[in-house]
């Protein structure tokens, strides 16, 4: 088992910055790639970004250019360090990790990010 612990949301106004954390724990070997989803009120949720084990990364069209993933392994966390903010990236926002062996997804708690106009 994976157990994943989100931190770093919060208000921000447009143009404005904040990064996520995801600390990871557990059964680390098992981990192939980890990543962000989000969701917006009444929205289903979306991918945000990724990162496999082997350092590859992949990013929503919406966010290139302004979000970027990242990871340190000696501390198994995620990173996912959001610039240029708007609004209609407010949502709550989770982290995952994906098991390398059937592919199910661990999911965190989710942190709440609040873009203002």
């Known amino acids: 088992q994976v157990q994943l612990v989100e931190s770093g949301g919060g208000l921000v106004q447009a143009g404005g910055s904040l990064r996520l954390s995801c600390a990871a724990s557990?059964?680390?070997?098992?981990?192939?790639?980890m990543g962000w989803y989000r969701q917006a009120p009444g929205k289903q949720r979306e991918m945000v970004a990724l990162v496999t084990s082997g350092g590859s990364t992949n990013y929503a069209d919406s966010v290139k250019g302004r979000f970027t993933i990242s990871r340190d392994n000696s501390k198994n966390t995620v990173y996912l360090q959001m610039n240029s903010l708007k609004p209609e990236d407010t949502a709550v926002y989770y982290c995952?990790?994906?098991?390398?062996?059937?592919?199910?997804?661990?999911w965190g708690q989710g942190t709440q990010v609040t873009v203002s106009s």
């Open positions: 995952y990790a994906r098991n390398r062996w059937d592919s199910n997804l661990y």
């Open positions: 557990g059964t680390i070997s098992s981990i192939n790639a």
